[in-house]
């Protein structure tokens, strides 16, 4: 059984997609851990003021959960305010980023798979 607690993992911090400011994560499970689509799993806080900047995947799903806090997301050209509780999908291609707006730090875990034609081409190459 293969067990990682996110709360007692050693984070680590540095900018996000050009945001601004730093963000702390850890990587929980990458690509090598999975044999499906999965590619990652980390878990994110974002402290007041900071962002994970506007960015874009190639033929990739992401997930945003909102674990506790609040904060402003935009998916292409569209923002919302999001909060804990929320889940937040990023399609293919699709632009999207993540700005803390407020006075508490955003803790939320973000996961990406690959599409599934993708993943077995890979697996062919």
């Known amino acids: 059984m ?12 540095g900018t996000s997609h050009r945001g601004e ?22 878990y994110v806080e974002i402290p007041p ?3 994970i900047g506007q960015h874009r995947h190639k033929a990739d799903e992401e997930m945003y959960v909102i674990l506790e806090g609040c904060g402003l997301m935009t998916v292409e050209e569209e923002t919302k305010e999001v909060k804990a509780g929320d889940t937040i999908l990023n399609k ?9 707006n407020t006075d ?22």
């Not at 955003?106 to 697996?123: F, H, P």
Request: aromatic fraction near 8%; proline fraction near 3%; include cysteine.
């Open 21 to 42: 400011g730093e963000v702390s994560s850890v990587e929980l499970y990458s690509q090598a851990d999975h044999e499906s689509p999965l590619r990652f799993l980390y």
């Open 92 to 100: 293919p291609y699709g632009s999207h980023g993540l700005k803390n």
């Open 2 to 13: 293969d067990v990682r607690n996110f709360l007692e993992a050693a984070l680590e911090s």
């Open 104 to 125: 508490d730090i955003l803790k939320l875990l973000i996961y990406e798979a690959a599409l599934c034609a993708q993943r077995e081409s890979e697996a062919n190459s």
């Open 49 to 51: 003021g900071a962002s």
